[in-house]
C-alpha cells in the first residue's frame, strides 16, 4: 500500500513562513498530478495547488503569489513553499496524486501535517 508522509508544519506567526514535503513510499514519476489540500477546522477540504509532470502549476486564488508548489520525482517528494501566512491558512495540509484528466485522487490519504498561523 503506497503511504505519503506530509511534514514541514508547525506553529508560526503571521507574515511567517514554512515548507511542507509530501513523501510518497513509490514513485510519482507516471503520477501525472500532485495536489496539495488542506482542511481547516469545521471545514471541508478544500484543493490548494498542484503541480504536473509537464511542469505546470496552479493555485487557488487565495495562496497566489504566497504559495510556490514543486516536486522531486527523483526522491519521491513534493513541496509547498508558503511564505506571508495569514491566520487563514491554519489548517492540515494533504498531499495526494491524481492520473491525467482525472479528479480522483490515486493515493490513501496521508496523516497530514498541521499549520497553525498565529500571533
Known amino acids: 500500500q503506497v503511504q505519503l508522509v506530509e511534514s514541514g508544519g508547525g506553529l508560526v506567526q503571521p507574515g511567517g513562513s514554512l515548507r511542507l514535503s509530501c513523501a510518497a513510499s513509490?514513485?510519482?514519476?507516471?503520477?501525472?498530478?500532485m495536489d496539495w489540500y488542506r482542511q481547516a477546522p469545521g471545514k471541508q477540504r478544500e484543493w490548494v495547488a498542484v503541480?504536473?509532470?509537464?511542469?505546470?502549476?496552479n493555485y487557488e486564488d487565495s495562496v497566489k503569489g504566497r504559495f510556490t508548489v514543486s516536486r522531486d520525482n527523483a526522491k519521491n517528494t513534493v513541496y509547498l513553499q508558503m511564505n506571508s501566512l495569514k491566520p487563514e491558512d491554519t489548517a492540515v495540509y494533504y498531499c495526494?496524486?491524481?492520473?491525467?484528466?482525472?479528479?480522483?485522487?490515486?493515493?490513501?490519504w496521508g496523516q497530514g501535517t498541521q499549520v497553525t498561523v498565529s500571533s
Open positions: 503541480t504536473t509532470n509537464y511542469g505546470s502549476t
Open positions: 513509490r514513485n510519482i514519476g507516471s503520477i501525472y498530478a
Open positions: 495526494n496524486g491524481r492520473n491525467s484528466g482525472s479528479s480522483l485522487v490515486v493515493f490513501r
